[in-house]
């Protein structure tokens, strides 16, 4: 069971006095975001389609949909788990280390490779610098005070948004007002990651992790978790030791967590929100990892100036960023209206996914995009947030990792069912055909969850008043309040919603 948010207010630890401490963590964390912005400075990324296309590979449509883009979905299933655990055996560096090197290894591939197993092999590494985001999300809450964790996240994820948007809007203004060839930005792609591998060099590596490596500051001064309330006393232990599992397994640390996870899986709140992860992520993934190859269809242009794939991507970011943003500031109750706003979002991007799928306007197909992604991120933030206000930090990383994977799984054979040349092999057209029926069937789902839940609702509030609108907060605190509690107010007075979990930005 989560903490209350009293004790957590009683077990924080006091702000940092100003000191040569104090200053020596926030000059790394700002060596880390910069790092950070600089690792998503790749302008070249908008455009690896129309290269792939283009005279400098010249490689069929056919190959790129059905042969080489599938490739992205097998490997990242295959690495995510263990990139998943060696980022906490390991302290993170290492990690980031590995992702800087095979962002460098796509790069040359991209540059220098010319069969389809090249471009394949480009596929694999980029998996693991997909992966090894992890790494970059988690390793700035070993650098700074749990007091600092809410601010420091927002710092490091609003460096990789600035990243990525100032990347985009670099490669679109080459190429169109530098009429810079795509092999030349990608030269200058693979400068900018040389440079933010070796900044990767100077990282400082943590001494603790959150599992393998929790070390004796973290038992003995930091604030007690969940899991270490779940450990049982003297006189507990001596009796668990008879019997079949040996205590030695039953009291482990990962055995503690399946079984607090079994108890947390009872809330509706944390199942509902965990499926729309699963399901939406799987089918946002895989517009995002094929869009581009739409837009070649659409615009099938000669003309390398006439290509506004980096515009699309950094108008996407910013929306992105502002619908994460606003969307910390809805007051509703989500125990009622979670699904259908749910269903609302989710049959909006149903008819931007065919939308895509049926014009032949180039700016209409990139708004489209623009709106689709901008939706998706409005709700990822309340999703994250909704997760894990009823979980522990130990839990928060376990649910998330299995959403994660769950989401991946679903990708994974929706890609080898309808994308892989052994599958059905569709062109892409066909294939956002078939991810707006996807999305249509989500829709229908998530919109008679909420009429069956705004029936019982009618039903019970002719027995009791209906409570006034409240802003996001966690199911404790709304069972607080409802109980007559007081709610802990959130550090500086705003609930940062969009800083909870390591939503990374998926390939361009």
């Known amino acids: ?197 070796v900044l990767a060099l100077f990282l400082k590596r943590p001494k603790r992790s959150l599992f393998f490596n929790r070390g004796a500051p973290v038992r003995a001064e930091a604030a007690p978790s969940e899991l270490h309330q779940m450990n049982p006393g003297p006189a507990q232990a001596v009796g668990a030791r008879q019997g079949w599992p040996p205590a030695a397994w039953r009291d482990s640390t990962f055995v503690r967590m399946l079984r607090e996870l079994g108890r947390a899986v009872q809330l509706p709140q944390l199942r509902l929100w965990s499926l729309w992860w699963v399901f939406n992520s799987a089918g946002y993934y895989l517009i995002v990892y094929y869009v581009h190859i739409l837009w070649n269809v659409v615009n099938p242009t000669t003309d390398t100036t006439r290509v506004y794939n980096g515009g699309a991507d950094a108008a996407s970011t910013l929306l992105g960023a502002l619908t994460s943003f606003a969307a910390g500031f809805v007051r509703i109750r989500w125990a009622l209206w979670a699904r259908l706003v749910i269903a609302v979002v989710t049959v909006l991007q149903a008819g931007l996914v065919f939308l895509m799928y049926k014009t032949n306007d180039i700016w209409l197909c990139y708004a489209a995009f623009v709106l689709f992604r901008g939706s998706y991120q409005f709700l990822v933030p309340i999703a994250t947030f909704q997760i894990a206000a009823s979980l522990s930090q130990e839990l928060r990383a376990l649910v998330f990792g299995i959403n994660t994977f769950l989401a991946t799984v679903l990708k994974t054979v929706i890609t080898l069912i309808v994308s892989d040349k052994r599958g059905l092999g569709l062109p892409v057209c066909s294939q956002f055909l078939v991810y707006f029926v996807y999305f249509l069937v989500l829709f229908a789902a998530y919109f008679l969850a909420a009429v069956l839940v705004g029936l019982r609702h009618f039903q019970q509030s002719r027995h009791q008043p209906v409570p006034p609108a409240q802003e996001l907060v966690s199911p404790m605190q709304e069972k607080a309040t409802q109980d007559g509690a007081p709610r802990p107010a959130p550090e500086d007075g705003v609930f940062t919603v969009g800083d909870l979990s390591p939503q990374s930005e998926a390939k361009a």
């Not at 630890?13 to 963590?25: F, I, K, N, T």
Request: glycine fraction near 6%; include cysteine.
């Open 1 to 197: 069971m989560a903490l209350s948010g009293p004790e957590v207010e009683k077990q924080m630890p006091a702000e940092p006095q100003p000191g040569r401490e104090q200053q020596s963590w926030w000059c790394l964390v700002f060596f880390f975001c910069f790092y950070g912005f600089m690792a998503q400075m790749r302008p070249g990324e908008s455009f690896i389609t129309p290269y792939l296309l283009g005279p400098d590979k010249n490689f069929t449509r056919t190959q790129v949909t059905n042969e080489i883009t599938p490739v992205l979905s097998y490997s990242y299933l295959a690495v995510l788990v263990p990139i998943f655990l060696l980022t906490d055996y390991l302290c993170y560096k290492p990690v980031l280390l590995l992702q800087g090197l095979s962002y460098v290894s796509v790069w040359l591939l991209l540059l220098f490779g010319s069969t389809v197993l090249h471009m394949q092999f480009m596929e694999f590494f980029f998996s693991i610098t997909m992966a090894a985001r992890i790494a970059y999300s988690s390793y700035i809450f070993s650098l700074v005070p749990p007091a600092h964790y809410q601010r420091m996240a927002s710092y490091s994820r609003a460096s990789v948004l600035m990243g990525v948007f100032t990347s985009s809007v670099l490669g679109q203004l080459l190429v169109t007002m530098g009429r810079v060839p795509f092999s030349t930005l990608n030269y200058i792609s693979l400068a900018f990651l040389t440079f933010s591998l």
